[in-house]
């Protein structure tokens, strides 16, 4: 049986944290942000993690 590849897009926008869990950044950023508050954008910036139920896909897409 071959080896798996990784998901090309799936390595660009996700990581894996030290505990397992996968790291993604937020939506809502690439255009129209002169509608956005302040705040809105500061909020943003961060990034969050995958939600549990989209964790286990995630992880399949990254061969982990």
């Given at each position: 049986m071959p080896k798996m590849k990784t998901h090309s897009s799936a390595k660009k926008?996700?990581?894996l944290t030290g505990s397992g869990k996968v790291k993604r950044?937020?939506?809502k950023t690439s255009h129209m942000m002169r509608n956005k508050s302040k705040k809105a954008k500061l909020r943003l910036r961060g990034s969050t993690l995958?939600?549990?139920a989209d964790e286990k896909r995630m992880k399949a897409l990254l061969c982990k």
């Open positions: 926008r996700f990581k950044f937020q939506a995958v939600s549990k």
